[in-house]
């Protein structure tokens, strides 16, 4: 059989190549692994948001019951709706919150073009018509 000698810059390009390929490999079971927790911790907030909702849901048909007489079960459903539209209240208040915080800085620190301000702006707006609607269908339920 035949010796083949690669030679060392040979030999040296393709350690080199391999530590590369294996860093690579690394790197992306890092990536993989940081996604696959990101979307656990989404599933965790979503279900503890369910699990507020349906608290608040059966808090506010027992009070019912107790007012108006009969079961908590009996007022569930108008429970849930309500409880439903209270959460998304908050949620949209939240995201008013961070709209307007965006847009104070944007001003302050003029780091934001004129038309992302008043886009902004807008959003806020559309956001607010949103909070007084659900707020107006909490109050007449």
Same mark, same amino acid.
């Given at each position: @059989?035949?010796?083949?000698?690669?030679?060392?810059?040979?030999?040296?390009?393709?350690?080199?190549?391999?530590? #590369?390929? &294996?860093?690579?490999?690394? *790197? &992306?079971?890092?990536? &993989?692994?940081? #996604?696959?927790?990101?979307?656990?911790?989404? +599933?965790? *907030?979503?279900?503890?948001?369910? *699990? %507020?909702? @349906?608290?608040?849901?059966?808090?506010?048909?027992? &009070?019912?019951?107790?007012?108006?007489?009969?079961?908590?079960?009996?007022?569930?459903?108008?429970?849930?709706?309500? %409880?439903?539209?209270?959460?998304?209240?908050?949620?949209?208040?939240?995201?008013?919150? @961070?709209?307007?915080?965006? +847009?104070? %800085?944007?001003? #302050?620190?003029?780091?934001?073009?004129?038309?992302?301000?008043?886009?902004?702006?807008?959003?806020? +707006?559309?956001?607010?018509?949103?909070? +007084?609607?659900?707020?107006?269908?909490?109050?007449?339920?």
């Amino acid at each position: @059989m035949k010796k083949v000698n690669i030679g060392f810059e040979n030999w040296k390009k393709e350690q080199l190549r391999a530590q #590369r390929e &294996e860093t690579e490999k690394i *790197r &992306e079971a890092r990536r &993989e692994a940081e #996604r696959l927790a990101a979307a656990a911790a989404a +599933d965790a *907030r979503k279900a503890e948001a369910r *699990r %507020s909702v @349906m608290a608040n849901a059966w808090g506010i048909a027992n &009070e019912a019951a107790s007012r108006f007489g009969g079961r908590a079960v009996e007022y569930i459903a108008g429970a849930l709706r309500i %409880s439903h539209k209270m959460a998304k209240v908050e949620r949209l208040e939240g995201e008013l919150f @961070m709209l307007n915080a965006k +847009d104070l %800085s944007g001003g #302050r620190a003029n780091t934001i073009a004129q038309n992302q301000i008043r886009e902004n702006r807008k959003a806020i +707006d559309g956001v607010q018509r949103r909070i +007084d609607a659900l707020k107006a269908e909490i109050g007449a339920a």
